[in-house]
């Protein structure tokens, strides 16, 4: 959806007459592809919190305190333990090498993950 959305927005500026002179010179979609592999992590946390919990203001407040760090965490070098640091590292991280660090520690981490969580939840009695 993001990607849709970026191109639409260049094709709206080019109708209107903006010059797209080095619109596609930015590596938009590989970014998006990036933050969406760091993602995972950080979005099966947030589903396991939701599903496990019937209300809504636990998995919004781990969101949000979760989030309140990563500028701080991201900003040391402690960012390898902190999971919501993976998708900023992955994206604007100093060099390539803490990129695909990021990466790696995302896909390494979150697809077990996703796999305990989908065991763990999937035991769970479904109300009618």
Not at 51 to 57: A, E, H, I
Request: aromatic letters at 10%.
């Amino acid at each position: 959806i993001l990607v849709a959305g970026i191109a639409l927005a260049i094709a709206l500026f080019g109708a209107t007459g903006v010059s797209l002179t080095g619109a596609f010179d930015y590596p938009a979609l590989a970014n998006v592809a990036r933050i969406s592999l760091a993602c995972l992590p950080v979005i099966v946390i947030q589903h396991v919190v939701a599903w496990r919990f019937q209300n809504l203001v636990l998995p919004l407040a781990v969101g949000v305190i979760a989030t309140m760090g990563i500028m701080q965490v991201g900003s040391s070098e402690y960012w390898v333990w902190y999971p919501w640091t993976w998708p900023m590292m992955a994206a604007i991280g100093s060099d390539s090498a803490m990129q695909l660090k990021a990466i790696l520690l995302a896909v390494g981490f979150g697809l077990p993950l996703f796999g305990a969580a989908t065991l763990w939840l999937g035991r769970r009695e479904v109300a009618a």
